[in-house]
């Protein structure tokens, strides 16, 4: 799928990101993770408004790029997805610890649109994907990189899965499923290898 909004959304995105990295070894620039996202999301759908969404996905999060600006130049339902992908940094003036952000994410999702559990879908997937391809090998690195407790991030995902596994169905939902599989393998051989130390 190619049209102007698509061009505009890839290009806001490679602008909005242009300084910033995915962690791993290989920094790779972080537009590469949001392509990703839409390149999943076309396998899927193709509704022009949710692939944009998959590309602008973490401006709201990660950028200075407001729900404003966002509307103004994509539209309402692609800044309605956005809002409801987009994790909260803060509460009332105050930092969120981590949990308390991913229980504020899963509640958006909850109340957003559905379409939002699919670029969601997408983006986790791909995270989940890319976190075991990069780390597979390296526990150590993963669990400094990453940091927490390996079962606080196991049981967020698990709630999400729960959450995609009641809205959503097909390929895309499978094509989680699968993911989430390797990641949950990935995880205890992380915990066994901590262990084993």
Known sequence: MYSYRVEQAIRAAAVL???QV???EMPYPYITHLVSVAFILLDYTDDEDIVIAGL????IEDTDYSLEELQEDFGGRVK???AAVSEPRQKNGEKLHWADRKKAYLKQLKEGPKEALLVSAADKSHNLRTLVEAYHQDHKRFVREFGGSLTERLDQYQSLADLFNKHLQ???????????AEYKRFIYAVEQSEKDL
Not at 56 to 59: C, G, I, M, R, V
Not at 170 to 180: T, W
């Open 17 to 19: 990101h242009k300084n």
């Open 170 to 180: 097909g390929e895309l939902l499978a094509e989680f499923n699968h993911v989430f």
């Open 22 to 24: 995915r962690k791993g």
């Open 56 to 59: 602008l996905h973490d401006t």
């Open 80 to 82: 309605d997805i956005v």
